[in-house]
């Protein structure tokens, strides 16, 4: 196959444009091949350290910014930003260059600032109370669109610095995981985040988990658990049944012996569902295991799944209970309900899905 070697590197990723963040150093160096050497650092710094428009790259010379500019497009157009808390949540939905649509989430906090990015258009992991779930999968993100999450949202939060990354938002990136590694690698190494700030999310994919561990970055890692006995996270999460919970348990465990880092796991309260006092118990004895800690999240309401959240009373007593048998537990703060801010929300399907109950 002909072409350049830019041309090549699109087609590796996808078919389309091969857009600004896609391009590592190497291939830089190769689109700028007829200018000073100098100009790979004066480019490559501008538009991740500084993440700014071509245009205002006044150090470098106009023909330069308007060529990169045709080269290299942006990936991600903006369809819709919503903002609530009181400026401090910021949600948009992207338009990609196909036309697929993926969520991204600044949040303020009063220690942190946190972007919440999506590694896929859509998800294939069938999770029926999760709106990304409810709409299916429509592709892998490539590692430039990934990273211009975290460029977009950037420009926003100035002046405050976004301290942390977590990919909590559309898809499941071990699904996509050379793609989301290269992008945990370029968001480290050219934006500034430290590893122990970057926090990957996955639903159990063994594998990844098992690759994460020999990754010579120290993130960290999150398991959405949402059931502990396989009949219950069977139904709540498709993916146990490829991935039952011993065999997660057993991945966890080599992980945080290879890594020496805290695991946690996610669980999304469900009024009636996954939170009664044998819930806990049964999460507590996995928690004990691995001294894992626990993310209580009430359950965002989404038009595809006929439940609601489990109320503030039921998760306080939900966490105490957890508390008592000695497991380290917070409540996430729900953040942008108003704006539909759960991934997946703005763009959900109006399939209704009828959840399991525990038998």
């Known amino acids: 196959m002909t072409g350049t070697p830019l041309e090549a590197a699109g087609r590796a990723r996808r078919d389309g444009p091969t857009l600004r963040y896609d391009v590592n150093r190497d291939e830089l160096a190769e689109v700028l091949a007829d200018e000073p050497r100098y100009r790979v650092d004066q480019v490559w710094d501008g538009i991740h350290e500084q993440g700014g428009e071509l245009e205002d790259l006044t150090n470098l010379p106009k023909t330069l910014r308007a060529r990169l500019g045709d080269l290299l497009p942006m990936g991600l157009t903006p369809e819709t930003e919503s903002v609530s808390d009181e400026g401090d949540t910021v949600k948009w939905l992207w338009r990609l260059h196909d036309g697929h649509t993926i969520e991204t989430v600044l949040m303020h906090y009063d220690d942190r600032t946190t972007v919440c990015v999506s590694s896929q258009a859509g998800c294939a992991m069938g999770c029926g109370f999760c709106a990304t779930g409810q709409s299916g999968f429509d592709r892998h993100l490539s590692v430039g669109e990934i990273v211009e ?77 949402h059931a502990a006995n396989d009949d219950l996270r069977d139904e709540l999460v498709p993916i146990n049944r490829q991935y039952p919970l011993n065999h997660l348990v057993d991945a966890c465990r080599r992980y945080i012996d290879a890594k020496n880092r805290r695991l946690s796991f996610e669980w999304a309260l469900i009024d009636g569902v996954n939170d009664q006092a044998i819930d806990a118990e049964e999460l507590a004895v996995i928690c004990r295991q691995l001294r894992a800690h626990v993310n209580l999240i009430p359950l965002n309401p989404t038009p595809g799944y006929l439940t609601r959240g489990t109320s503030a009373a039921g998760v306080r007593s939900f966490r105490d209970h957890l508390e008592d048998l000695g497991v380290n537990v917070t409540i996430r703060r729900t953040r942008g309900t108003e704006i539909d801010a759960a991934c997946g929300q703005l763009r959900a399907s109006r399939q209704l899905v009828d959840p399991p109950r525990r038998r």
């Open 149 to 225: 999450q975290v460029i977009q949202a950037r420009r926003t939060s100035a002046p405050r610095r976004v301290s942390n990354i977590v990919f909590m938002g559309m898809g499941e990136p071990f699904a996509n995981y050379d793609r989301t590694w290269a992008a945990v690698e370029r968001i480290h190494d050219a934006l500034g985040i430290g590893a122990r700030h970057i926090t990957l999310s996955t639903v159990g994919v063994i594998p990844g988990i098992e690759r994460l561990a020999t990754e010579a970055l120290p993130v960290n890692l999150a398991v959405s658990l």
